[in-house]
């Protein structure tokens, strides 16, 4: 027979204390499984409970015990002692709240929305080291959006056709940076050494003729923590002030690693989240994307994709907004059912990135949203899909910015501006599935 010791993991009374930590689930009980007894097993099997009563326990045991406290349809408040947790370590507290409770019988779907970390746990994470405050120290401006290129097909370029062929054209047509594509790494066809020191080659000359700072994002996502060093310290001495690590796909303990890095050598993290939607899309079960640019925001990733709303990626606007007030706010309150409230204290806010499937006619919409002081914006098939060539793309999507600056509608602004009409003919205002 299996003991009801889960039932000790349940207070509806208990009010969290200032150092606890508080996770907010979406969950349904498994049929036959009471609201209270799938609670229970959630906050027992995530802190420091098990199946049935033992002969020996912990003299710490009633300190460390979770408590499911609070139940709102299928919505769940589990409150966990900051001493279960390793101090300054995302991987070891995923352990517990993202942990073995996923695979439970006891529960039909289980989903992590948000955490409310206090103070005292935060302290011990050193976020980004820029953060927006890129747009300023890095690239010299006073305002955004910092715009980026990826290569398009994301695979067949070699590193010169890469750096040259795309990457000193968008360079020339105004765009900040350029970017790999999240699965280019170290491919026979294009070496990653070869292509690091190819843009540096050309980034340089781009610099000479726009007198602008330019930069790139090279993926430095490697098979072990080992390379992926290697990989930053080559990026760095070539000179660029920003490297970009696959951040789902990487592990949260590379990404960690990468961001120590970072501070010691004055650069910023790209983060790419190739992988998310296997733990995000579902909406009964996984993890919130809003949590996983949370989690971001502590290790120290400076940039992160979030989403674009119209874009050719899913994504719900209003989730979507509420992650971008989550990375860029000092603090933010809760939202029923969505996220909960957290102060940043010292750490810095992130730079959100818009990306997949953008194009010049898009532009507005998406800055009606994000705004363009703070936001980073990427365009791959819009910059080489224009009928001029990459370097006209480029301009396109520079003449939108100036346009919606300028608050003249881009219809117009394309009577006296080519590159955006030849945009605007190709393209107009579709948004790509």
């Known amino acids: 027979m299996v003991d009801d ?16 930590i508080t996770c907010l689930f979406r969950f349904e009980p498994a049929t036959g499984m009471s609201v209270a007894e799938a609670a229970g097993r959630i906050a027992s099997e995530s802190s420091c409970g098990t199946w049935t009563t033992l002969s020996v326990m912990p003299k710490l045991l009633p300190k460390l015990k979770a408590y499911a406290f609070n139940v ?100 020339k047509g105004g765009m900040d940076c350029v970017k790999d594509d999240e699965n280019l790494a170290d491919q026979e066809f294009n070496k990653f050494f070869d292509r690091v020191k190819l843009l540096a080659k050309y980034r340089d000359k781009a610099e000479k003729i726009t007198g602008d700072v330019k930069d790139a994002f090279i993926n430095v996502t490697a098979r072990d923590t080992r390379e992926m060093e290697k990989r930053i310290r080559i990026v760095r001495d070539h000179g660029f002030k920003y490297f970009m690590i696959d951040v789902v796909i990487s592990g949260f303990t590379a990404v960690q690693t990468a961001a120590d890095l970072a501070h010691d050598y004055g650069m910023a993290i ?84 818009s990306s997949g499937g953008l194009h010049p006619g898009l532009l507005p919409q998406i800055f009606d949203i994000y705004g363009t002081t703070d936001i980073a914006i990427q365009a791959g098939g819009g910059t080489q899909g224009h009928p001029m060539g990459a370097e006209a793309g480029a301009k396109a999507i520079m003449q939108a910015i100036e346009a919606y600056h300028e608050k003249v509608p881009l219809q117009e602004y394309a009577k006296t501006h080519r590159e955006l009409k030849a945009a605007l003919d190709k393209w107009g205002f579709e948004r790509p599935v």
């Open 72 to 171: 709102s349809g299928n919505f769940l408040k589990v409150a966990y002692p900051i001493d279960l947790f390793e101090s300054g370590s995302i991987t070891n507290f995923l352990s517990g709240p993202a942990g073995n409770i996923f695979g439970m019988k006891a529960v039909k779907s289980l989903r992590l929305v948000d955490v409310s970390f206090p103070s005292v746990y935060m302290k011990n994470f050193r976020g980004p080291n820029y953060g927006k405050e890129a747009i300023k120290k890095i690239f010299k401006r006073k305002h955004g959006p910092v715009t980026s290129v990826v290569p398009k097909p994301k695979l067949g370029f070699t590193a010169k056709e890469h750096a040259c062929d795309i990457g000193f054209s968008v360079w």
């Open 270 to 353: 790209h983060g790419h989240r190739a992988m998310h939607s296997m733990i995000t899309r579902n909406e009964k079960h996984g993890m919130t994307m809003l949590f996983l640019a949370k989690l971001a925001r502590m290790m120290g990733v400076d940039n992160l994709h979030i989403g674009t709303v119209i874009g050719k990626l899913e994504g719900d606007k209003r989730e979507i907004v509420a992650t971008k007030d989550m990375i860029t706010s000092k603090s933010v309150g809760e939202i029923r059912s969505l996220r909960l409230e957290q102060d940043w204290g010292s750490i810095k806010p992130v730079l959100p990135v």
């Open 5 to 20: 010791w889960y039932a000790d993991f349940v207070d509806w009374g208990y009010k969290p204390k200032k150092t606890d």
